[in-house]
């Protein structure tokens, strides 16, 4: 497998002899055969930033820089969990990556290859069931019924321009929508996609929603969208804070949807960390709920998402509360190669999902800048096993735990949650 690199000019290449390296966390290592897949559909080459690609040379075994030109990276389509980080050196350590999840990819066989595994079936999350041009018609249809409704127009812009499925899915009426109900947060997270401090050094890909909806605009859209079983709207959205900070507008809302229909599913994506406001909203009908959460260690948890007001022994309170209620819950695990991996990264993990009842672990992939989110951290304290054997470790130790990308809920379970409501 072949060093693969790019020119100033963005021209990718296969280095003729360069082995590829990749980085986990922040050590330099070889690529292992059952850690590729073919560069899956829908994947993007991308060059780095004030880079150079490192490589391996195949008869010392020494790591070798290419200067004079540029690492590359994969950004994987969803469904997809990255194994290892491109190998590169920075050549301006005080420059940070845009806001992405860069993967090793390399050359073999004649084709592009991945340090990546697929998690989930991504059909549904394929940008090919997105046509451009039938959206920009059922967007223009969705606006003129619903002229005065906010949230629908700013969730065309996320359809239109940042090209968010999520977002999209609203106006095709089908699987997941978007319902962002918050501008404000709880948590100054690091890594956060819709606000970010002028000092942080990177700007956010999108912005956030800058209006306090009203309770009839969330019943306009939550009942626009919930038409057959297996439809959810999803409160938490990337262009939003945290949705449970408007609980007082949302309990009344849903309480009022679920008067007119029991059709779909109610999610919502949240951190969790306001207990009382996350119990009011699973008591008015939640179904759905999908616990932001990046560690299970406080100084760790602390240092990303940089609570206010709230600890992550909130979190796991509410997380407990929710599944006690009969709510499906799931927690959407921020994935980073050499730290989720980590000896005590997992066992407080395996043990926070024990305690709360958490029934999927849905991989997401860190987009950040390496340098910045390693600094921050605390250090590795015992074996890092590399993402390939720390996901067969979960599967071992959560058997009865599913491990994907996307929401899973068993239509019995559905069911019985009604029944219970």
């Given amino acids: 497998m072949y060093l693969v690199y790019a020119d100033e000019q963005g021209r990718v290449y296969d280095h003729p002899e360069a082995f590829a390296v990749a980085r986990n966390g922040e050590m330099l290592t070889e690529i292992l055969e059952e850690e590729l897949i073919p560069l899956p559909e829908g994947a993007t080459l991308v060059s780095l930033p004030d880079t150079v690609p490192v490589g391996m040379d195949p008869e010392s075994g020494e790591m070798r820089r290419l200067d004079g030109f540029t690492a590359v990276g994969a950004l994987l389509p969803q469904g997809f969990t990255r194994l290892l980080l491109p190998g590169y050196v920075k050549t301006d350590k005080q420059k940070k990556f845009p806001l992405f999840g860069y993967t090793a990819v390399v050359w073999k066989d004649g084709a592009f290859w991945a340090a990546a595994r697929q998690s989930d079936d991504p059909f549904q999350w394929n940008p090919l069931n997105f046509p451009m041009e039938e959206l920009q018609h059922r967007v223009e249809q969705t606006l003129s019924q619903f002229p005065e409704n906010r949230i629908l127009r700013h969730l065309s812009h996320c359809a239109l321009e940042y090209e968010c499925l999520t977002a999209s899915n609203n106006f095709f009426h089908r699987w997941e929508g978007s319902l962002p109900v918050s501008y404000t947060c709880n948590a100054g997270c690091y890594g956060c996609i819709s606000e970010q401090p002028e000092e942080s050094g990177f700007p956010s890909p999108q912005t956030r929603m800058n209006f306090k909806p009203t309770e009839d605009e969330l019943v306009e859209v939550m009942l626009h969208h919930l038409k057959t079983p297996e439809s959810i709207i999803s409160f938490g959205q990337g262009c939003e804070g945290e949705p449970s900070t408007m609980a007082g507008i949302i309990v009344p809302a849903m309480r009022r949807v679920r008067q007119t ?71 959407n695990y921020l994935c980073f190669p050499g730290v989720f991996d980590r000896e005590e990264e997992m066992e407080a993990m395996i043990n926070f999902i024990r305690r709360t009842g958490i029934r999927l672990i849905q991989l997401r992939n860190l987009n950040i800048d390496p340098e910045s989110y390693l600094e921050m951290i605390p250090k590795a304290q015992g074996e890092v096993f590399g993402m390939k054997q720390a996901i067969e470790i979960y599967q071992q130790e959560l058997p009865d735990v599913v491990i994907g990308s996307f929401t899973h809920v068993p239509p019995k379970e559905l069911q019985n949650r009604k029944n219970m409501g």
């Fill in 261 to 331: 229909t029991d059709m779909g599913l109610i999610n919502i994506n949240t951190n969790a960390g306001l207990t009382d406001h996350i119990k009011g909203i699973v008591d008015a009908g939640l179904d759905l709920m999908r616990v932001s959460i990046i560690s299970a260690i406080d100084e760790h948890y602390n240092a990303y998402y940089r609570p206010r007001g709230y600890t992550l022994e909130n979190v796991a309170r509410s997380a407990e509360y929710a599944a006690s209620k009969g709510v499906y819950t799931s927690i």
